[in-house]
Nanobody, 131 residues
């Protein structure tokens, strides 16, 4: 069993800040990537920020629209990713979804441990930027 729990959305005025959190729990063997997508009405879901894990150091990527304003970070031991959102604009209003690419473990009773690739999605948290 794996769980994805995200939080931190809410209503904020333009120029304000919010921090989103996403925690993954369960039989996670490795985390290949964690990030945030967003979707507003009538729009396709788009990548906001993502961390690609690497033994030599995590590599963050950002959409051009949020560069310099948003910061993604990860607490690896907790399998938690954060999105610090500063200088928020009305166009940032959307439902934000946590995403993770992981390998999960599945150990049967007295059997071998199986490793399976899974793409995980959070339930979404609404961010509204409005005065």
């Amino acid at each position: 069993q794996v769980q994805v729990v995200e939080s931190g959305g809410g209503l904020v005025q333009p120029g304000g800040s919010l921090r989103l959190s996403c925690a993954i729990s369960g039989a996670i063997y490795t985390v290949n990537a964690m990030g945030w997508y967003r979707q507003s009405p009538g729009q396709q879901r788009e990548l906001v920020a993502q961390i690609i894990t690497d033994p030599n150091g995590d590599s963050p990527n950002y959409a051009d629209s949020v560069k310099g304003r948003f910061t993604i970070s990860r607490d690896a031991p907790k399998n938690t990713v954060y999105l610090q959102m500063n200088s928020l604009k009305p166009e940032d209003t959307a439902v934000y979804y946590c995403n993770a690419e992981v390998m999960i473990t599945d150990t049967g009773e007295g059997g071998p441990t199986l490793y399976k690739y899974r793409e995980l999605w959070g339930q979404g948290t609404l961010v509204t930027v409005s005065s």
